[in-house]
């Protein structure tokens, strides 16, 4: 079976400090990736994006950036963190076959940035 | 533009009693998805919705599809405190360059009290 990993479960962090977080899946070859993050209370914004090594595609711009640099290995990545990068970081995966694109949520970190 | 719209996003329940949260969605797909987030967790698939008509029940929920209306329900049977969580519709996007992603409603926290 498929499961998905998140590391670190929570963080805390100053501002104009470095971050990064890692997102694994296993059980599952070719994965569709995602970033998601959820400001507490609000719905789920899309970061980045990726359909292979290598390919990433962002959402919306900002301070933040994703590298895909293994088939299932996602890295979220900033080099200085602001007040507004506090949230709740949602690493997901998909099949990418065109049946269904149910997508598969990892336990999520939760970044708090001081 | 895309828009997925959930009705209503809060819900405040008394146990027993019957309710149903709407999704509405803009875009033309026969393929709609929910999930379940508990408070400070990651979210869960419950159902996925792949055609018109489709109907699937897990318990006291139910969900629908009309594609035609561009309408999913989710039913709530004799409604109990461990449904208490914020659920979330999802929308395939079929077309152009985010194809293979979701668009997420805004969600609807459900409590539900005795």
């Known amino acids: 079976s498929q499961t998905i990993h998140q590391w670190p479960a929570t963080l805390v962090q100053p501002v104009g400090s470095p971050l990064s977080l890692e997102c694994t899946v296993e059980?599952?070859?070719?994965?569709?990736l995602y970033w998601y993050r959820q400001a507490a209370g609000r719905g789920l914004q899309l970061l980045f994006y990726?359909?292979?090594?290598?390919?990433i595609s962002s959402e919306v711009p900002q301070n933040l950036s994703a590298s895909r640099p293994q088939d299932r290995q996602f890295i979220l990545s900033s080099k200085k963190l602001l007040l507004s990068d506090s949230g709740f970081y949602l690493c997901?995966?998909?099949?990418?076959?065109?049946?269904?694109?149910?997508?598969?949520f990892g336990p999520g970190t939760r970044l708090t940035v001081t | 533009e895309l828009k997925v719209e959930q009705n209503p996003l809060f819900l405040s329940m008394q146990e027993g009693k019957n309710y149903t949260i709407y999704c509405n969605y803009s875009?033309?797909?026969?393929?709609l998805y929910w999930y379940r987030q508990d408070p400070g967790k990651s979210l869960e698939s419950l159902f996925v919705?792949?055609?018109?008509?489709a109907v699937k029940q897990e318990g006291r929920l139910m969900a629908s599809l009309d594609t035609k209306a561009r309408l999913s329900t989710l039913h709530i049977t004799a409604a109990v405190h461990d449904l208490s969580a914020t659920y979330f519709c999802?929308?395939?996007?079929?077309?152009?360059?985010?194809?293979?992603?979701?668009?997420f409603g805004k969600g609807t926290k459900l409590s539900v009290k005795p």
């Open positions: 997901a995966w998909s099949t990418g076959t065109t049946s269904s694109y149910e997508q598969y």
């Open positions: 059980g599952t070859s070719n994965p569709n």
């Open positions: 990726s359909v292979g090594i290598g390919q």
């Open positions: 875009t033309t797909s026969d393929r």
């Open positions: 919705l792949l055609s018109n008509g």
């Open positions: 999802a929308v395939d996007v079929l077309y152009g360059g985010s194809q293979g992603n979701l668009i």
